[in-house]
């Protein structure tokens, strides 16, 4: 015995019983009773009408058997140490104090400043060197192309 299920309401239809309905795009939708094909027609949403299998699927009604609710596993926090910086290292740094730290900081600072001003220096010195005296006038992209032709 071949049991059909209502395309709307999701109950079961049992041989000889109920409609059968097929749309223009010959999709077949089979009802249990005129009620539910009525629904259909009026394109009322299965979900929104209390009474449909699709409704209590989704909002869980008359699910009994699984009461007990599932348990989550707590997450275990475990310390690694990453590219560049093992876990000592980490772990050397988070326990310095801000005082320490700071100094460290400003130490840097002034190293990475001092570095820039001998480059600067160097760079001062090369400069007046390498560069000629340009004695010809300056010419642009477009005026040596020919802008307009001499217009």
């Known amino acids: 015995m071949k049991v059909e299920i209502d395309s709307f309401s999701g109950y079961r239809i049992y041989p000889s019983k109920g409609k059968l309905f097929v749309r223009g795009d010959s999709k077949v939708f089979r009802f249990a009773g005129s009620?539910?094909?009525?629904?259909?027609?009026?394109?009322?949403n299965p979900r929104k009408i209390a009474?449909?299998?699709?409704?209590?699927?989704?909002?869980?009604?008359?699910?009994?058997e699984e009461v007990a609710k599932k348990r989550s596993r707590k997450t275990v926090k475990h310390q690694r140490g990453i590219v560049g910086a093992d876990l000592a290292a980490i772990a050397?740094?988070?326990n310095q104090t801000a005082a320490v730290r700071s100094q460290q900081r400003l130490a840097a600072i002034s190293k990475?400043?001092?570095?820039?001003?001998?480059?600067?220096?160097?760079?001062?010195?090369?400069?007046?060197?390498?560069?000629?005296?340009?004695?010809?006038?300056?010419?642009?992209?477009?005026?040596?192309?020919?802008?307009?032709?001499?217009?």
Not at 35 to 44: D, E, G, P, T, V
Not at 51 to 64: A, C, E, L
């Open 35 to 44: 009620k539910n094909a009525s629904l259909f027609l009026q394109r009322k």
């Open 51 to 64: 009474w449909t299998q699709v409704y209590r699927r989704m909002h869980k009604k008359g699910i009994t």
């Open 92 to 94: 050397a740094k988070r």
């Open 112 to 151: 990475a400043k001092t570095e820039k001003k001998d480059k600067e220096d160097k760079k001062v010195k090369a400069k007046p060197a390498a560069r000629p005296a340009a004695s010809a006038p300056k010419v642009s992209k477009q005026q040596m192309k020919g802008g307009k032709g001499g217009r």
